[in-house]
């Protein structure tokens, strides 16, 4: 994104991802591994894509955050032209809580991509809580918002 924006506000809920993150910011390889299969895992290396350089990276702010606190950090972040909600969404506790925020931090005519594999367990969210994945005619009203 920041090869695209001007700045870019990069947050999770998990420091250890953000402190990879920061360290691939600086430009530090990290090595892990990866399941493939079962106890199969493949040890892989991230780094910075090419054509992102010193510059580009110098536009991405990362820290530690709560999607579902987004609505508190609207005065702290400002407004966007564009935000992406990647693999989250069926991870927090209140779903809800983050989507009702984006008014406050979507400029007007800006882009909201939500990407989920809508797995919803109730480790993460409260059933009562879901966005789909129950046969429930009247759950997905919840996406009857305006963003714009």
């Known amino acids: 994104m ?12 998990s420091q250890s991802f953000i402190t990879a993150a920061q360290q691939i910011q600086s430009g530090e390889e990290l090595k892990m591994n990866i399941p493939v299969e079962g106890d199969i895992s493949e040890e892989v290396s991230v780094v910075q894509e090419p054509g992102v350089d010193a510059d580009v990276m110098s536009k991405v702010n990362f820290w530690q955050g709560d999607a579902c606190a987004l609505s508190e950090y609207a005065d702290k972040i400002g407004t966007f032209d564009g935000v ?6 069926c991870r ?7 989507l009702s ?7 007007k005519g800006g882009v909201v991509v939500i990407v989920t594999p809508f797995t919803w367990l109730e480790e993460y969210t409260p059933k ?3 966005l789909g994945g129950m046969n429930d005619p009247g759950m997905y009203l919840v996406f009857g918002m305006s963003l714009l």
């Open 2 to 13: 920041a090869k695209t924006f001007d700045h870019v506000e990069a947050f999770d809920f």
């Open 84 to 89: 992406v909600i990647a693999n989250l969404l």
């Open 92 to 98: 927090l506790p209140n779903p809800q809580a983050c």
């Open 101 to 107: 925020a984006l008014p406050q931090i979507v400029n």
């Open 128 to 130: 009562h809580l879901w």
